[in-house]
């Protein structure tokens, strides 16, 4: 006995089998599912009854992603979570990673400021060497020109060079 008919009476009156099911809001499972799930699965156990199975195939296999869905909600969200905070931290990262590393590297930049604020003439051949000397072990010379090139703080070419003095801040 299914739905109050007999199984007899289920082959012979396959509409009041359907119209049963839709009545009673029977689940298929003893989970709690969404309405949206219920319905789609007993339409599709209803088609298959009147003997519409391409249809009840094509139905069921929308249920059937809408229970799992349904069962993976909980799991899935906290995945779509864990990836946002991981693509959020490896932004950070990456931020971090683009900037210097060396701890002199702001003091060292505003030097190279405030000398080419003063001496705009100055070379920068000449300013490297003045730099590399201050801060010898600290900062080498070719950190000193990626510096100056990636910042964009080097002026442009004068007609004549002078000479210069380092400009500290004070």
Same mark, same amino acid.
């Given at each position: ?12 009156? +396959?509409?009041?089998?359907a ?21 789609t ?16 195939d ?10 799992l869905?349904d ?7 906290n ?9 959020a ?10 900037? +210097? ?54 002026? +442009?070419? +004068?007609?004549?060079?002078s ?8």
């Amino acid at each position: 006995m299914c739905y109050g008919l007999e199984l007899r009476e289920i082959e012979q009156y +396959p509409i009041e089998l359907a119209i049963r099911m839709d009545s009673c809001g029977f689940l298929i499972f003893d989970s709690k599912l969404s309405c949206q799930v219920v319905d789609t699965l007993n339409s599709a156990v209803a088609l298959y009854h009147v003997g519409m199975r391409n249809h009840a195939d094509k139905l069921t296999r929308v249920g059937v992603e809408l229970l799992l869905n349904d069962f993976f909600e909980e799991i899935i969200s906290n995945h779509e979570k864990d990836k946002k905070i991981k693509d959020a931290l490896s932004l950070s990262q990456k931020e971090k990673a683009r900037k +210097p590393r060396n701890h002199y590297y702001n003091e060292v930049m505003h030097v190279i400021k405030l000398t080419w604020e003063k001496y705009p003439k100055a070379s920068k051949t000449g300013l490297l060497n003045e730099l590399s000397v201050y801060y010898h072990g600290k900062v080498s010379k070719n950190t000193l020109d990626k510096w100056i090139k990636e910042s964009g703080a080097q002026p +442009p070419r +004068p007609d004549k060079y002078s000479s210069f003095e380092l400009v500290h801040p004070q």
